[in-house]
């Protein structure tokens, strides 16, 4: 099927909102979430089978035109499967939305390209493993992507496919003014469930036209340097090419004010009847009170990444309407929390808190809506290391130090600061040959650092069939042909 194109002049966007289901809806959320895992855990039992059987049959000395047939891992190919088998495998499916089962198979497509792709070296990060099996516990969440999906004119409703019109918690009214205007239209609904058993649904819409709004203020300064930090002060420093100090956003530290509560909680968990007998080592069915429990750690962990989520949405939003130029740095905030054990427990509680990989996330989507530029430096420029006078680099930086002191020409200035002024000055304009670096002996600016957006695309809205993408290779011809599936 052919990819999805966003139409010129339009973007990509995602409108959420809390759902307040009645009973009858709950447990029709419930039956679909159970519906989607059902139908991936069946199909992952059926690939491994197959894949167990073709490697026994080749130890035994089965030629291979003579193995089981391979079982394809792409969506169409599992879901054809699937509604083979749904008759006797599930009698009961006809109950939920053929969506649900879609959900399902999607996941487990998705999962098994990933590991395919990162097996032959064509995916980068960190190695994908297998897909696993998934149990009652796993976040409840389902799809539609067919089907009667729209916002009520009471503005208070989402009719959703076989669950009906479902109420939310707030007004609908920014969707639906869009919608009937003409410029916005819906393309999927995802229903998930959070940590404190709310659902949200977050309809993903295309939109016409969406710009810098008339009342957002404008900075006379067009390119800023954004440094992000754990301090309890400095989550943002904002700064301009020429030294100036813009705003210094202080971190919401939502989790850490949440750590007393969270000790209290847990540890009355710990005494309760949960979930795994110590006598015995084996499970069991665990009591209402520690149930009650495990629901009050999950609003208040919902409710510290609430706040949290607020602090990054209104400073990313500011950033991204006043400015014509941010950046950022390219920071690996996963391998930053990956080694070190117990020695260094808070330092990976502070970066997990801080969210620092969200800000970037934020500023790539916001500045494409707002006709900004997004520069993202080199995973390398030592923006913190570098004097902002002289352009000195000094090695011997540790990040216990948060006054910056050149070993050159004796500067002092704010680490945080000179961090974020450094950054600002890789958004200017690169100058001409033989023109002086405003940092020095530093990079020049615009060296080391790569435009990350660009006004005039908004990106992928969906992929084939609005889910699994294909992938495609180039022969010797330079053609792009599909990709076969892996056996």
């Not at 650092?449 to 699994?468: C, I, N, Q, V």
Request: proline residues 6%.
């Amino acid at each position: 099927m052919a990819r999805f194109e966003i139409p010129a002049g339009w973007t990509a966007q995602a409108y959420r909102f809390a759902l307040d289901p009645t009973p009858t809806q709950l447990r029709g959320l419930v039956s679909h979430a159970g519906a989607a895992r059902f139908a991936h855990n069946h199909m992952l039992a059926l690939v491994k089978a197959v894949a167990d059987q073709r490697a026994a049959e080749r130890s035994y000395g089965v030629p291979e035109a003579e193995l089981t047939p391979v079982l394809g891992w792409s969506l169409p190919a599992l879901r054809k499967v699937w509604n083979q088998r749904k008759h006797t495998a599930a009698p009961w499916w006809a109950e939920n939305s053929k969506e649900a089962y879609n959900t399902g198979l999607d996941g487990l497509a998705r999962g098994l390209d990933a590991w395919s792709s990162s097996r032959q070296g064509r995916r980068a990060g960190q190695a994908v493993g297998f897909p696993r099996f998934k149990s009652a516990r796993t976040p409840k969440a389902v799809r539609f992507t067919t089907g009667v999906i729209r916002i009520e004119a009471d503005r208070r409703h989402i009719t959703l496919p076989r669950l009906g019109a479902v109420r939310t918690h707030e007004s609908t009214r920014k969707l639906a003014r869009r919608i009937e205007a003409g410029s916005a239209r819906i393309l999927s609904a995802t229903v998930r469930q959070d940590s404190a058993g709310r659902w949200h649904c977050a309809l993903q819409v295309i939109v016409e036209a969406k710009a810098r709004p008339a009342h957002a203020r404008r900075s006379a300064h067009p390119v800023v340097g954004v440094d992000v930090g754990v301090k309890a002060d400095s989550l943002l420093v904002v700064a301009t090419p020429d030294g100036r100090e813009l705003a210094r956003v202080p971190a919401p530290k939502s989790l850490t004010a949440a750590q007393s509560r969270l000790r209290v909680l847990q540890r009355r968990a710990a005494r309760q009847h949960g979930p795994y007998d110590p006598a015995t080592k084996t499970r069991r069915t665990p009591s209402k009170r520690w149930r009650a429990t495990q629901a009050r750690i999950g609003r208040t962990h919902a409710h510290a990444a609430a706040v949290r989520r607020d602090v990054l949405h209104k400073a990313t939003t500011v950033l991204a309407q006043s400015h014509d130029v941010v950046v950022v740095e390219t920071l690996n905030a996963a391998g930053m929390r990956a080694k070190g054990g117990a020695r260094k427990r808070g330092l990976n509680r502070a970066l997990a808190d801080a969210a620092l990989a969200e800000i970037r996330r934020m500023l790539g989507y916001k500045t494409r809506w707002y006709s900004s530029h997004l520069v993202a430096a080199d995973r390398f420029f030592p923006s913190s290391k570098t004097c902002t006078a002289c352009g000195r680099r000094k090695s011997n930086l540790t990040l216990a130090d948060r006054i910056f002191e050149c070993d050159g020409c004796g500067m002092r200035i704010d680490r945080d600061l000179g961090a974020a002024i450094n950054l600002a000055r890789l958004g200017e304009p690169t100058p001409t040959v033989g023109e002086q670096s405003p940092a020095g002996s530093g990079p020049a600016p615009g060296r080391g650092a790569t435009r990350e957006t660009d006004p005039a695309s908004a990106g992928d809205a969906a992929g084939d069939e609005t889910s699994t993408p294909h992938h495609h290779t180039v022969d010797q011809t330079g053609t792009a042909s599909p990709q076969g599936e892996a056996a």
